[in-house]
Nanobody, 120 residues
């Protein structure tokens, strides 16, 4: 089992910045890709960005150039730096971790979510 604890959400004005953090604990040795998803009211959960253990990054088109995902493997933590925030970025942001066991079993774990609200 992997536990994910997010922090850093809150209320920010349009154009502002926030930094989300997600710390993993538990059976962390099998973690490969970590990422951030978000879900706005009435919408499906969508990928924001993810990063492999080796540092390869993938971003949604809507956040490219504004958000940066990074990872500290020594601390088992993934970050999401969000700049130039827009009202449409308002959502609950969820941390996600993908694990692969020695038997090649793939599992996905989710954090509890942190609210990001962009409003004046």
């Amino acid at each position: 089992q992997v536990q994910l604890v997010e922090s850093g959400g809150g209320l920010v004005q349009p154009g502002g910045s926030l930094r989300l953090s997600c710390a993993a604990s538990g059976s962390i040795f099998g973690i490969t890709t970590m990422g951030w998803y978000r879900q706005a009211p009435g919408k499906e959960r969508e990928l924001v960005a993810d990063i492999t253990r080796g540092g390869s990054r993938n971003y949604a088109a809507s956040v490219t150039g504004r958000f940066t995902i990074s990872r500290d493997n020594a601390k088992n933590t993934v970050y999401l730096q969000m700049n130039s925030l827009k009202p449409e970025d308002t959502a609950v942001y969820y941390c996600n971790a993908k694990t692969i066991s020695v038997a090649a079993t793939v599992r996905y774990y989710w954090g509890q979510g942190t609210q990001v609200t962009v409003s004046s």
